[in-house]
């Protein structure tokens, strides 16, 4: 069976960090581009980062850009998603996704979503 499951979200305040969780069971994450996406309340899914199955290139969302930093780590299946200088803008849902190929264009298998909420 395949499965994406996130971990790692919870309540932080402005200007903290959160580091989130990808766990790939089911098939093998280095062959697979990972997206990260969020969707806020009442807003639409947007995409968050986009890292290459390649030579590993992450494209970002300019919100996030120069905070977030995606990473994958092959042997344990999983990749992450360092989240820093966090700002109520950012609360949201966030999922993985994973795509065959090297890009995010059309997503294979998605996570459930863990919830972020920035907030004094």
């Known amino acids: 069976q395949v499965l994406l499951v996130e971990s790692g979200g919870g309540l932080v305040q402005p200007g903290g960090s959160l580091r989130l969780s990808c766990a790939a069971s089911?098939?093998?994450?280095?062959?697979?581009?990972i997206g990260w996406f969020r969707q806020a309340p009442g807003k639409e899914r947007e995409g968050v980062s986009c890292?290459?199955?390649?030579?590993?290139?992450?494209v970002y969302a300019d919100s996030v850009k120069g905070r977030f930093t995606a990473s994958r780590d092959n042997a344990k299946n999983t990749v992450y998603l360092q989240m820093n200088s966090l700002k109520p803008e950012d609360t949201a849902v966030y999922y993985c996704?994973?795509?065959?190929?090297?890009?995010?264009?059309?997503?294979?298998?998605w996570g459930k979503g863990t919830l972020v909420t920035v907030s004094k």
């Open positions: 089911g098939f093998t994450l280095d062959d697979y581009a």
């Open positions: 996704a994973a795509e065959w190929g090297d890009s995010c264009g059309g997503m294979d298998y």
């Open positions: 890292l290459s199955r390649g030579d590993g290139s992450t």
